[in-house]
């Protein structure tokens, strides 16, 4: 899950952001003993991190931005999800269609494709029917 400090990609600062940051603390600071300077700089390290990465991600490609949000944790548990919801459905609706189908005895498992072959026998022997 995300603090409300991350952003959605969480990657780590590349070394040039990381200088960027610290130098920029250091020079506020000026080496003395000055709260207000510290102060200053702790807030600055919160708030550019996520930024800086956000203009980091701007000049890459769009395939690359997709590859580095599908990384996430959060999106691969979304995506998860996601497909567990499908194959729920699908398999909810094979099972409707065996409901359907004549098979001796009634309640005979079948595989998924013997219930669409199936299926195929008995609409063809359904049209036969009506057009005889």
Do not use: W
């Not at 040039?16 to 207000?36: H, I, K, L, N, Y």
């Not at 944790?73 to 398999?91: G, L, P, Q």
């Not at 005979?108 to 013997?114: A, G, N, Q, V």
Request: glycine share 4%; net charge positive; with cysteine.
């Amino acid at each position: 899950m995300l603090n409300s400090d991350q952003t959605e990609i969480d990657l780590p600062p590349t070394h040039s952001e990381s200088e960027s940051v610290f130098s920029d603390c250091g020079s506020r600071a000026g080496g003395t003993e000055d709260t207000a300077g510290v102060g200053l700089c702790a807030q600055s390290r919160v708030a550019e991190p996520g930024e800086a990465m956000k203009k980091d991600l701007q000049h890459l490609s769009r395939e690359e931005r997709r590859r580095r949000r599908r990384a996430t944790a959060k999106y691969r548990t979304a995506h998860a999800t996601r497909e567990r919801i499908r194959v729920e459905a699908f398999n909810m609706a094979f099972a409707e269609l065996r409901k359907l189908l004549p098979t001796l005895p009634p309640d005979k498992k079948l595989s998924k494709i013997e219930i669409l072959r199936l299926a195929i026998c008995y609409i063809s022997y359904l049209n036969h029917v009506l057009d005889v």
